[in-house]
């Protein structure tokens, strides 16, 4: 796995092996509402990292504290071995949001969206050059939007819409890529396109953290997982966090949790399955299952 840089401007300040880095970090919101407590995990460069938790555990909170758009309490956040302003003001963080923060109604082509990845990079005026039509053009092409560049954003599909967020995450050339819930309201076919873009991005070196409910997908496409709950209950490899203790920790009695028996009436057989969404978490011998693609078969080892 190639996990260089893919930007040279990050090799003076950056830590090579660092992603994220968050430690002891708390926000408390101006309505008093302390969200996030005592926050500390790490989320490794070349990772595909799922952050999973019950709605109003603190994702989003977390994610606009990783964008710098809510103050910290106490606490740091690193972002590749350099401080969260920085990496800011470098364009290596891009935020792909959640399909109902976005007013579709806006009159903007699907160009100008992924455009807008660009403007970090241009100067004052904002008047685009022929390098940034041609990151557009590439980061179209990337997530298979080139032939709806000029389509207004509202007259596309959920899967397209999400799709066109993410070319504006390339187009920025950003190395730290937030996603949240980007599988909402995209069939299992778009689901699989945005997945296997995931991992090449993830080859890359790049830092994919994505918030999501959809559990069953999360052992399939993440490699790591870290679980919140108003504070981190467990980050590390899926293997380890992913498993029936600490989601029963995190959802606690949210999730529809189903012990299935064997035919006869014995006793209990050791699967579960836990479902937070659509597509439900099968779990074994208290391990996540995840299900066998054919992508996976072509992939070398
Ligand atoms: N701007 C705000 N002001 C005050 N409290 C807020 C604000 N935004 C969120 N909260 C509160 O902070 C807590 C965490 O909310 P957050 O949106 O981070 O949860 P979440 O895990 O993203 O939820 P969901 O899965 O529903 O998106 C909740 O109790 C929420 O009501």
Redesign the pocket.
């Known amino acids: 796995m190639n996990i260089q840089p893919a930007r040279a401007d990050i090799d003076q300040a950056a830590d090579p092996a660092g992603g994220i880095c968050v430690k002891q970090a708390t926000v408390t ?3 008093g ?1 302390t ?1 996030l407590h005592d926050v500390t995990f790490e989320v490794p460069r070349g990772t595909i990292t799922a952050l999973v ?10 994610f606009k504290a990783i964008m710098g758009f809510v103050r910290l309490a106490r606490g740091s956040i690193n972002l590749l071995g350099m401080p969260v302003k920085e990496a800011l003001k470098r364009n290596l963080v891009a935020y792909v949001p959640q399909s109902e923060d976005v007013d579709w109604n806006f009159p903007i082509l699907v160009e100008d969206v992924v455009m807008m990845g660009r403007y970090g990079h241009m100067g004052f005026t904002r008047r685009p050059k022929a390098a940034d039509r041609k990151a557009v053009e590439a980061a179209l092409a990337r997530v298979d939007m080139a032939g709806f560049r000029k389509r207004q954003i509202g007259e596309l599909s959920g899967g397209q819409k999400k799709r066109v967020f993410l070319a504006r995450a390339l187009a920025q050339d950003s190395q730290v890529i937030l996603l949240d819930e980007p599988f909402t309201g995209v069939d299992v076919k778009t689901e699989d396109q945005i997945i296997a873009l995931l991992r090449d991005l993830r080859d890359e070196g790049r830092v994919m953290f994505v ?1 999501t ?1 959809n559990l069953g997908s999360v052992p399939e496409f993440c490699d790591r997982c870290v679980l ?1 709950k108003g504070t981190v209950l467990a980050y590390g490899p899926i293997e380890e966090t992913f498993t029936q203790a600490n989601l029963e920790k995190a959802f606690g009695g949210v999730l529809r949790h189903v012990i299935l028996h064997d035919q006869a009436g014995g006793p209990a057989q050791p699967f579960g399955v836990f479902s937070d969404d659509e597509r439900p978490l099968v779990i074994h011998e208290g391990r996540a299952t995840a299900r066998r693609r054919e992508a996976d078969d072509e992939r070398p080892e």
């Open positions: 919101y101006r309505s509402l969200a938790g019950v709605n109003g555990a603190g994702k989003s909170t977390l918030s409910h919140v």
